[in-house]
């Protein structure tokens, strides 16, 4: 089985790219947002799938799909549960604002699963994400997918409250779960925090810092991986 990671930027590639490299799985900078990050991780997986299919026409060299992806980066954290500097793990992959605005309702949101318009929760496999998770040494929760990052303490509290336990804040993990989930290969997200999730205050902002312990993260979690890899069934 192939493993796909997929960041935002390329700073947060380049944080992971050695020991992934070494381990053989693959690195990808798809892009900021969701939208971008489905965009990209469908793209790669469909290359992969085309690719596997031509090798078994022309008798070459098979190489497998992709049956691993990870939504990787930095992104805000939910004070007390996960502070600057702490690696996370996400146990729900949540569409945090895909839905509609309700204000005659006791609460302002429904998600596009309660209008019946589909999915806002992808889940990683549990015992996978529990061992990554140990590895890192993270705070493990919902991750939360957002189109806009918070800036207010209003709106952090109002998120918090919405989904008790949630850890972080990004941009990106819901895209690429969707797109693996179309594709029929397991997610997971694993982040480290750089900021508090509320008012945005960049003075306090530790983006170098949340690159490095990225990279820490990940020199944990690989062998994790690996051996959870051995552990699936070949590919198709």
Request: a neutral charge; hydrophobic letters at 50%; one cysteine or more.
């Amino acid at each position: 089985m192939r493993t796909l990671v997929v960041t935002a930027v390329p700073a947060e590639r380049d944080a992971v790219a050695a020991v992934c490299a070494a381990a053989g799985i693959d690195v990808l900078a798809a892009g900021v947002g969701p939208a971008a990050a489905a965009a990209g991780t469908a793209l790669a997986l469909a290359r992969a799938e085309r690719g596997t299919r031509e090798a078994r026409g022309s008798r070459g060299a098979r190489k497998a799909p992709y049956g691993l992806v990870v939504s990787a980066g930095i992104g805000g954290g939910f004070v007390p549960l996960a502070p600057v500097g702490t690696p996370v793990v996400a146990s729900e992959i949540v569409a945090a604002d895909l839905g509609a605005e309700t204000p005659d309702g006791s609460e302002p949101f429904t998600s596009v699963a309660e209008l019946g318009f589909g999915t806002a929760v992808h889940r990683p496999p549990p015992e996978l994400a529990r061992a990554v998770a140990e590895a890192a040494g993270a705070a493990y929760g919902p991750v939360l997918t957002v189109s806009t990052a918070t800036g207010t303490a209003g709106r952090a509290a109002l998120l918090a409250r919405r989904h008790p336990g949630a850890v972080a804040e990004a941009m990106e993990g819901f895209g690429v779960a969707q797109a693996a989930a179309l594709c029929g290969a397991a997610v997971l997200e694993v982040r480290t925090v750089s900021n508090p999730v509320g008012p945005r205050d960049r003075a306090a902002w530790r983006i170098p810092a949340a690159l490095e312990a990225l990279a820490e993260a990940f020199g944990r979690i690989v062998p994790v991986l690996d051996g959870w890899s051995e552990r699936v069934p070949e590919a198709r």
